[in-house]
């Protein structure tokens, strides 16, 4: 039975031993002494089951007073195919004042149980100074002048080149807009000619024809100076005669006209409308003497003051520019200053930055 015992002792103590290997901690630092301000490097490397919780230190600003931490990086490799894990974390520090500063251990967590590594320590030295030989330190150096290149100055050139067009597109625009004022323009008006020179012209331009005199078409004839009848008849005495029979014509000019001046036109009306209608083909001299009654008719029907020559009468015109170039031009004066505002503040920006 004491044997038994001591069997089982034993292997109580191997299974602690392993699950207290299970668990490493090391800490190193690449170096124990430094010079105020030189930077150090403290490892701190674990190593722990896949299976297991691990909770690393968490520092803020410091190590510990005096060693002050700039920056702090990790890494974890797997171990065994998986089963374990290394994780190193690597922390970045120095110190301003000479001292000896020990680093106490670093107490991880692995599934609630704490585990601590070796404390470390770290010696800061001050620079010796030959106060022998003050000559070897010198003085500040003098200010250099940097001399501008294209390079630095390209965009602020760029940008006067185009605030300088901008600017002159603009107060072009704003010309525009406030000389918005109307085009007047004096236009020369031709009179209207009166319906009895106009009838005239027409019944001599025809008469002065010689085609219509050895043309057979008589229907054509009668049709052209009935036509600048009917057209004088509409102005001079104010009824649409061009829409009227010859008989609704006579009727309408019994107000205006004697009798005996309708009785000769009656009998000219009637001879058109036999050669426009029913083919009836007059003599020569009855064409002559029907085509001569037309021009009589209109020569003593005119007005009194039919041989007075209107004159051409002058009249004002306005050209007003329309509302929606008005409307451009605003549009226009609005995004020119827009534009030329973001340059000058680009430029602005831009200089500040080469000579502040």
Request: glycine residues 2%; proline residues 4%.
């Amino acid at each position: 039975m004491k044997r038994v015992f001591s069997i089982l002792f034993l292997l109580s103590m191997l299974l602690i031993g392993a699950q207290a290997q299970s668990v490493v901690v090391n800490a190193e630092i690449d170096s124990v002494q430094r010079f105020i301000g030189q930077q150090a490097k403290v490892k701190l490397v674990v190593s722990y089951d896949a299976d297991k919780h691990l909770a690393m230190p968490d520092f803020d600003k410091e190590l510990v007073e005096g060693v002050e931490i700039l920056g702090h990086n990790s890494d974890t490799v797997a171990l065994n195919e998986g089963k374990r894990y290394s994780v190193t974390q690597e922390y970045t520090v120095t110190s301003f004042d000479t001292a000896l500063y020990v680093i106490p251990p670093f107490e991880v967590i692995v599934d609630s149980t704490s585990y601590y590594s070796q404390e470390l320590a770290l010696a800061v030295y001050s620079f010796p100074v030959d106060t022998a030989n003050v000559d070897q330190f010198f003085g500040p150096k003098d200010i250099w002048e940097i001399p501008l290149e294209w390079q630095d100055v390209k965009h602020s050139v760029y940008y006067s080149l185009m605030l300088i067009l901008f600017v002159a597109a603009l107060v072009w625009v704003i010309i525009s807009y406030r000389n918005n004022k109307p085009i007047i323009r004096i236009v020369k008006v031709k009179p209207k000619l009166p319906a009895h020179v106009i009838a005239l012209d027409e019944l001599n331009r025809i008469k002065n024809e010689s085609d219509w005199r050895t043309s057979s078409n008589h229907k054509e004839f009668y049709i052209a100076i009935t036509d600048a009848l009917r057209c004088y008849l509409n102005e001079r005495f104010g009824f649409n005669a061009t829409e009227m029979t010859s008989d609704e014509i006579i009727d309408n000019l019994k107000q205006h006209i004697d009798k005996d001046a309708l009785k000769e036109l009656r009998a000219i009306l009637a001879t058109a409308d036999l050669a426009k209608f029913a083919k009836y083909k007059p003599m020569m001299n009855e064409n002559d003497h029907n085509l001569m009654g037309i021009i009589e008719f209109v020569d003593n029907t005119k007005p009194d003051a039919g041989d007075v020559t209107p004159q051409p009468t002058e009249r004002k015109v306005v050209d007003k520019r329309s509302a929606k170039e008005k409307r451009l031009l605003l549009v226009g004066i609005v995004l020119l200053s827009i534009v030329s505002i973001a340059l000058l503040v680009l430029l602005i920006m831009d200089l500040y930055n080469i000579f502040i």
